[in-house]
């Protein structure tokens, strides 16, 4: 989904600055996105590593945070270091990305956060779900403590991204089947459609403090 935005706002005209752990997936990402981007690694599980990754990077007027990798768990089976992966990677990760990019950040910037739709449906995975409501409730802090600068979360359900499509289809096929049937649309969301929503977050100057179900009526069903 990041990359993905990226390419949305270079095709506009954007410039934009990318991260993730490892070198030759960023210079394979910049090579398809072109001039208008720059990749540095980074590891978002890290504040010295956020730190170097925003140094001296210029004014941002945006910052999108999906960049995460944790594990889930039941909360009866999951040990210690699998029940709190969450929280390490995609809470305190994104928290401190926001801190580290502050400095960059001016009065019309815009913040969008990442949580996922388990936030208000939990499925299993007690940690993970409360991870979630807990970026979303960060987003309304945040919202209130930055202002004027403007800070939104997008909380997608199941998207057919990368994530899905490294694992196995063995595993990833009866989720998908099974997450048909627990929506609204019976579909898979796609990485277009989540992007839209991130960039109308981006972009909407009448919006903060919210989070947007990209979940094809998960929640509601
Ligand atoms: N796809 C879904 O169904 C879904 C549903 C609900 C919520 N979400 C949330 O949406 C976010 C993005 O999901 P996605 O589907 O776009 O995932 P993705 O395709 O796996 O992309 C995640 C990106 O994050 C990078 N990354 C992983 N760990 C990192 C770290 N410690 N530091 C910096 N970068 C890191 C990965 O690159 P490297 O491995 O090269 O670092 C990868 O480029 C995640 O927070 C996920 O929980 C996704």
Redesign the pocket.
């Known amino acids: ?3 993905g935005l990226a390419q949305r706002l270079i095709d506009r005209g954007d410039r934009v600055l990318i ?4 070198e030759e ?2 210079q394979h990402a910049c090579a398809q996105l072109g001039e208008a981007s720059t990749g540095r690694s ?4 890290s504040r010295a590593s956020l730190a170097a990754f925003f140094s001296e990077c210029g004014p941002l007027a945006g910052l999108f945070t ?5 594990q889930t768990g039941s909360f009866r089976d999951a040990d210690e270091s699998t029940a709190e992966s969450a929280f390490r ?2 809470f305190w ?1 994104q928290y401190w990305a926001v801190h580290a990019a502050l400095p960059y950040l001016g009065e019309r910037s815009a913040v969008v956060l ?5 936030s208000a449906r939990p499925l299993g995975n007690a940690a993970y779900a409360a991870c ?1 409501a807990a970026i979303e409730g960060l987003t309304r802090a945040l919202a209130g403590e930055l202002a004027p600068i403007r800070v939104n979360c997008l ?10 499509r ?1 694992r196995p289809a063995s595993i990833r096929e009866p989720v998908f089947d099974n997450w048909r049937a627990l929506t609204l649309t019976g579909e898979i ?1 796609n ?1 277009e459609d989540a992007v839209h929503a991130a960039l109308f977050l981006l972009d909407n100057r009448n919006m903060t403090g919210s989070t947007i179900y990209n979940d094809g009526g998960y929640t509601l069903r």
């Open positions: 989904m990041g990359f991260g993730g752990r490892s997936k960023l980074v590891d978002i599980e999906p960049g995460s990798s944790y990677a995609k990760g990442m949580s996922g739709a388990a979630n909380s997608p359900g199941t998207i057919d991204s990368e994530l899905w490294n969301g990485v």
